[in-house]
């Protein structure tokens, strides 16, 4: 499989950036193709198996190049052809998202106005970003790596368990404690000055305020001055050191603290130290608690952090939230002198993990889904029941809804998210084959259908000859959004392809439900003829109280569902070049919908025309909880409205009374 990892910038002490470099290192170790796309590199590169692209970002803001690098990062994908895009920082439109962090959507509004929210571009740009790979007709799925994580999002968004996936632990597999601990231990503790008796007190991480190390300052400062003084208190992360000094001289603790800056040697300062403090205000996971613990190391960390239940599970030593100074302080003193018991059940809880799991568990189902994909599962792949939401005009192109915008040669790609480009070019190959050949379904001077077979699927393809000359209004357009309109009771629709203005011509590609319609005759010989025309009336009332009407509910279009068993229905709509959506159907619409439909049952055998049309019209009444009464009188209005000619295809001979049908 062809990998794409998306990363904002990479340096070598970040937790979210040594995932990222596992998780190539791990694709890579099994034969995939792999690349990293980032704005920035800092420090060494990987091996020569894993490429890394770099994308000069562009804008005067951080938050507007994060939105731009998230728009370079979907066309390099799609211009690449990869199999699989994993987004390691919320980039819309990704299939995986590695969810690292807390879910901004429940944390920022406890700490910002909502006008805040609103207003300022920063917040705003990262919210949107966020939101858009949790909308619910997103395809993005979730990896989290604590418990928390999932709640969060799923309260937030309203999401189903099916779009998360669980990673366990991966750390770093040299912070797992070694035969010669000891040694390395004693080794470091000499290069670091500390004595024998000396207590090495560790805090790992960049952001320090985020990670609480004025807190750290605040309870080591009301330690007895006989265990303070036996005490040397260890920094080690990526952040100011002016910052740093200020906050210390704030405290008055200047000569307290030994800032030790980025370090690659964390595997050896593990070992060194005989604590480790991470009162975090906020940490979505907190792979360091892990990296502490496979080390040996006791952990005194705020249950803020997402892998704080697994220090409560080893040591017992997690701190309560809301945050409480006082609380850390008692702690920290009854934890120096529990030290050999608190190292002893580290140890021992250490033993029973499997700490490095993450890597394998992620690849696994990256493989997995590359493997649908090839195989264009597409219910695997794709949720094609109804929106939750209408749709506007610009939503048919957002990452937020599923969908993607790719410019090619030949033009531009609406597409669902992910789609392979490669595919959809060789379906189209296949109707110009169909073409030249004379293979068609329907040939018409302004348009035509054609069948196309492909790897084992088929598809039909819709083409639009001679477009309107207006940009605005496209039939291809058109079919495209109102067939997504109309998802979950129509063929899925796959993608649309506008051509350059030199060849005014569109392609609407489908899934291919079969070529039976109620219309055609050889569906009178199906078994199951009652389900199918109750599914028939049921669709067209779902569709009418939704506020979806469409324009030509005629029985042709009613096609029965012989190739995709997994969209539920067995009869479902097509041709949906014409939809409008109301927020409450007017009565005349709903008139014409059905006298379209019962004015083209005529060529059902005259024994069972009464009683089919009948299941429909009974399906369509108790789906919108019509009595009898108000049935014959919709009726009676749709006899009218078909005896007045204003029906274009009729053939039916006689009107079709409420009570006949019943019989």
């Known amino acids: 499989m062809k990998l794409l990892l998306g990363l904002y910038k990479y340096f070598p002490w970040g937790g979210l950036q040594s995932d990222t470099l596992r998780f190539a290192q791990e694709a890579a170790k099994r034969g995939h193709q792999v690349c990293i796309l980032t704005s920035a590199w800092s420090g060494p590169r990987p091996c020569e198996d894993i490429r890394v692209e770099i994308i000069k970002p562009r804008g005067f803001s951080n938050h507007r190049r994060m939105h731009n690098f998230a728009r370079d990062f979907l066309q390099y994908r799609y211009r690449h052809g990869f199999d699989v895009a994993l987004a390691m920082n919320r980039l819309p439109g990704a299939d995986f998202y590695f969810a690292a962090d807390s879910c901004m959507a429940d944390w920022m509004p406890q700490k910002h106005s909502l006008l805040t929210l609103q207003t300022l571009p920063r917040y705003r740009t990262y919210l949107q970003q966020e939101a858009a790979i949790c909308s619910p007709l997103a395809n993005t799925r979730i990896m989290y790596i604590a418990p928390a994580q999932r709640e969060e999002f799923m309260q937030a968004y309203q999401l189903p368990e099916e779009r998360f996936i669980y990673l366990p632990p991966g750390i770093d597999e040299r912070c797992l404690r070694p035969e010669n601990a000891e040694e390395l231990r004693r080794k470091k503790r000499a290069e670091l000055g500390l004595g024998d008796n000396e207590l090495m007190l560790l805090l790992v991480g960049s952001n320090f305020w985020l990670k609480g190390v004025d807190r750290v300052v605040k309870a080591i400062m009301q330690l007895p001055e006989e265990r303070r003084a036996g005490c040397r208190f260890f920094l080690a992360g990526n952040d100011s050191p002016e910052k740093l000094r200020r906050m ?46 496979a080390a040996g190391l006791p952990v005194l960390c705020s249950a803020a952090c997402g892998f704080s239940p697994f220090v409560e599970e080893a040591s017992g030593t997690v701190l309560s939230e809301p945050f409480v100074q006082q609380e850390l302080n008692a702690r920290l003193h009854q934890a120096l002198q529990d030290l050999p018991e608190l190292a002893r059940k580290t140890r021992s809880y250490a033993k029973t993990q499997d700490f490095c799991a993450r890597n394998r568990v992620a690849i696994d189902a990256l493989e997995e889904f590359a493997a649908a994909r090839q195989k264009s599962e597409f219910f695997a792949l794709y949720d094609f029941s109804p929106p939750a939401k209408g749709l506007r005009h610009n939503d048919f192109q957002s990452p937020s809804n599923g969908f993607a915008r790719v410019e090619r040669k030949q033009g531009t790609w609406f597409t669902l998210a992910g789609m392979p480009l490669s595919l959809l070019e060789s379906i189209l190959a296949g109707h110009e084959q169909n073409c030249s050949a004379g293979r068609f379904l329907k040939s018409e001077p302004k348009r035509r259908l054609t069948r196309v077979e492909h790897q084992g699927h088929s598809y039909i393809v819709k083409e639009f000859i001679n477009e309107a000359a207006w940009n605005y209004y496209r039939h291809g357009r058109a079919s495209w959004q109102n067939s997504q309109r109309l998802r979950g009771y129509s063929a899925p629709c796959l993608a649309w392809l506008k051509q350059k203005r030199v060849e005014p011509r569109s392609f609407v590609i489908f899934l291919d439900l079969g070529d039976l319609n109620l219309h055609n005759e050889k569906h009178h010989r199906l078994p199951n003829l009652t389900e199918i025309y109750a599914a028939a009336g049921g669709l067209l009332a779902r569709l009418h109280r939704e506020g979806l009407y469409h324009a030509d509910a005629k029985s042709t279009n009613f096609v029965v569902n012989q190739l995709c068993p997994e969209m539920q229905s067995p009869v479902l709509l097509v041709d949906s070049d014409k939809v409008k959506v109301y927020k409450r159907l007017p009565e005349k619409l709903q008139i014409k919908n059905l006298g379209q439909f019962l004015a083209s049952t005529g060529e059902l055998p005259e024994e069972n025309q009464s009683a089919l049309c009948g299941v429909f019209l009974r399906a369509y009444g108790e789906s919108l909880a019509l009595s009898d009464i108000e049935m014959k009188q919709l009726l009676q209005k749709v006899n009218y409205f078909i005896d007045s000619g204003r029906v274009s295809e009729n053939n039916c001979k006689r009107p079709i009374s409420f009570r006949q049908a019943e019989q």
């Open 248 to 293: 210390l001289q704030n405290h008055g603790a200047e000569a307290l603290l030994d800032f030790l800056g980025p370090r690659d040697d964390v595997p050896e300062l593990l070992l060194a130290a005989d604590l480790m403090l991470h009162p975090a205000r906020r940490e979505g996971a907190g792979a360091v608690l892990l990296e502490a613990m």
